[in-house]
């Protein structure tokens, strides 16, 4: 850090020459600003992506930088804010578009983020990754069937879409018809075989199935391939439920509490663990 604020200082007393297409200013205030984030002194890292902002105001990839940091605070707003203005430097970026949307969708506004994902397909109409992140968007509000129809232009773009398979297969098990969704999920792992959401489908579906023994052993490798996956914890704990292992049931909620970002989900889970307590 001190060679990096030696930097800083050295930017603001002189120009100095830059290979890049940026100025070397932006590069050094950007590096230290980072190395702040990572060492979890965010007040530091934001006033550096502030200053930032306020020396290159007409530099979309300033706002950009920002507005990474605020979803990395999940500060959602703010960072539709920044993509918003780099919007008005770069009115028909649909990738501007699609990150914006995703802010919307981790806010809870599905209208919105439907609305720019529409807009980054309008700019971007080849782009799959736009069809698939709107199908979750309209999933995310309810309305499956036409996430489905988005999910279909995704694969005729892209038959090789891990991520158009798996979230299909995880709305048909929504619609109750799990052996379409069994099928999505060995597409998506042909594709991406290390695919945690994929075994995470696979116990859901099984769990419905009430294939206990099959649901458990994949939802384990869910958990093997990602030690912090909250939903997985919280579908083995209904299998380990089902199973009457009422103590590696609770272990597991008591997990999934702990790792969810969701207070809902951390509520359920809380409720879970008071209801199995007195079975022990």
């Given at each position: 850090?001190?060679?990096?604020?030696?930097?800083?200082?050295?930017?603001?007393?002189?120009?100095?020459?830059?290979?890049?297409?940026?100025?070397?200013?932006?590069?050094?205030y950007?590096?230290?600003?980072?190395?702040?984030?990572q060492?979890?002194?965010?007040?530091?890292?934001?006033?550096?992506?502030?200053?930032?902002?306020?020396?290159?105001?007409?530099?979309?990839?300033?706002y950009a930088?920002?507005a990474?940091?605020?979803?990395?605070q999940?500060?959602?707003?703010?960072?539709?804010?920044?993509?918003?203005?780099?919007?008005?430097?770069?009115?028909?970026?649909?990738?501007?578009?699609?990150?914006?949307?995703?802010?919307?969708?981790?806010s809870?506004?599905?209208?919105?983020?439907?609305?720019?994902?529409?807009?980054?397909?309008?700019?971007?109409?080849?782009?799959?990754?736009?069809?698939?992140?709107?199908?979750t968007?309209?999933?995310?509000?309810?309305?499956?069937?036409?996430?489905?129809?988005?999910?279909?232009?995704?694969?005729?773009?892209?038959?090789?879409?891990?991520?158009?398979?798996?979230?299909?297969?995880?709305?048909?098990?929504?619609?109750?018809e799990?052996?379409k969704?069994?099928?999505?999920?060995?597409?998506?792992?042909?594709?991406?075989?290390?695919?945690?959401h994929a075994?995470?489908g696979?116990?859901?579906?099984?769990?419905?199935l009430?294939?206990?023994?099959?649901?458990?052993?994949?939802?384990?490798?869910?958990?093997?391939i990602?030690?912090a996956?909250?939903?997985?914890?919280c579908?083995?704990?209904?299998?380990?439920e089902e199973?009457d292992?009422?103590?590696?049931?609770?272990?597991?909620?008591?997990?999934?509490?702990?790792?969810?970002?969701?207070?809902?989900?951390r509520?359920?889970?809380?409720?879970?663990?008071?209801?199995?307590k007195?079975?022990?």
């Amino acid at each position: 850090m001190a060679e990096y604020s030696k930097a800083v200082i050295l930017a603001e007393q002189y120009e100095q020459p830059s290979s890049y297409n940026i100025p070397l200013k932006y590069l050094v205030y950007l590096t230290r600003a980072k190395a702040y984030q990572q060492m979890g002194d965010y007040k530091r890292a934001q006033d550096d992506f502030d200053t930032i902002v306020h020396l290159f105001d007409e530099l979309p990839i300033a706002y950009a930088a920002r507005a990474e940091f605020w979803e990395s605070q999940k500060e959602y707003v703010k960072a539709v804010e920044d993509l918003t203005r780099m919007l008005e430097l770069e009115p028909e970026n649909a990738l501007i578009y699609h990150q914006r949307a995703l802010m919307h969708q981790k806010s809870g506004e599905y209208d919105l983020a439907i609305d720019d994902y529409s807009t980054a397909i309008k700019y971007s109409p080849d782009h799959y990754l736009h069809y698939v992140m709107r199908a979750t968007a309209h999933s995310d509000s309810g309305d499956d069937e036409a996430a489905l129809r988005d999910l279909a232009r995704a694969l005729e773009l892209n038959p090789k879409s891990w991520e158009a398979h798996c979230n299909r297969g995880l709305i048909y098990i929504h619609l109750q018809e799990y052996q379409k969704a069994l099928v999505d999920f060995d597409k998506s792992l042909e594709f991406n075989p290390e695919l945690a959401h994929a075994y995470l489908g696979y116990g859901k579906a099984y769990l419905k199935l009430e294939e206990y023994q099959k649901a458990l052993k994949n939802l384990t490798i869910a958990l093997e391939i990602d030690a912090a996956f909250a939903d997985a914890y919280c579908e083995r704990g209904l299998v380990y439920e089902e199973l009457d292992k009422i103590n590696e049931a609770i272990a597991d909620f008591e997990r999934c509490r702990d790792l969810t970002d969701s207070k809902s989900w951390r509520d359920w889970a809380e409720w879970k663990i008071g209801e199995l307590k007195p079975r022990r």
